[in-house]
């Protein structure tokens, strides 16, 4: 029996790893997907926006969550049983899917997949980090402090540039393929930069596309057959070259989730979204909103100053009308006044 091919997608806070796979599913030509999610917080906020696509390719007995912690960090106790229930299925996928978290390392991933009762079924097709172009010129979640202008140094982003660019380049480091996404956000001259500053941070052969809303042709995504278990080589994170060994923490991220029974306006959410970002250590917020007389849920998307929202589909029968968002930043996060901040919306 041959082994079922894997692809690893990966990507900082935002640069667009849902919206790709959405695009994948849509576009799978028949292939049977399964795709096991890492969220970062206790909603499933990814998820359910994957659930919503309704394409026959989005079953719900194909899509896993993983949702006790980043899945570098859970390997043995999460990942593994996770996979070996897969393998245990009589209709085994054609192929499986695994989204991680913005804050996931793909080293301790990749090397799981080496696992005897992993190695012997499954191979890693290829590793695809998906950078976001618009938030690199603008000098979020990148390296190279020196290329950072005046104005962006007066971005509030930029408190947060150390310990993200780290994780940002052990991304990097890892990959078959970088996709540098929202590529129609940024001029000719400043794409030219970042692919560079990208390139840069790559090991030789590694692949570089554009794409706008991560839309990026299938058949460059599956079938690259790369193997990557078996080509360690290189792809070391910054933790494991100073300190030789695998493990990592996330003290530098902290997390939380809240609920809001109603919200009274679409537009006064979404102000108070931006006002609570810029006043407090706020990296990343995402969910979903009930709005007061909507018939559909808003989904929610927001990284740094950037909030995007979209009614994705009907509230179904039955089901509870409530707001509920994922906070991600540097710990220690206030999250009282954060909370108190975003109740201002149900008032």
Known sequence: MSKIPTTVITGFLGSGKTTLVRHMLANAKGKRIALIINEFGDIGVDRDILAGCGDETCREEDMIELANGCICCTVADD?????KALLEREDRPDHIVIETSGLALPQPLIRAFNWPEIKAHVTIDGVVTVVDASALAEGRFA???AAVDAQRQADDMLDHETPLGELFEDQLVAADLVIVNKADLVGVEDLGRIENRVRAELRPGTGVVRAENGQVD???LLGLGIGSEDDLEGRESHHELEHGDGTHEHDDFDSFSMRIEKI????ALLKTIEDTIRTHDVLRLKGFA?????????????VGPRVTAYFDRPWKDGEARETALV???ESPLDRAAITASLERAAA
């Open 79 to 83: 990942f593994v049983p996770t996979m």
């Open 143 to 145: 390296s190279n402090e």
């Open 218 to 220: 299938v058949v460059a």
């Open 264 to 267: 009274a306006g679409k537009d």
């Open 290 to 302: 009930a709005v007061d007389g909507a018939p559909a849920r808003l989904a929610i998307q927001a």
């Open 327 to 329: 906070v991600i930043g």
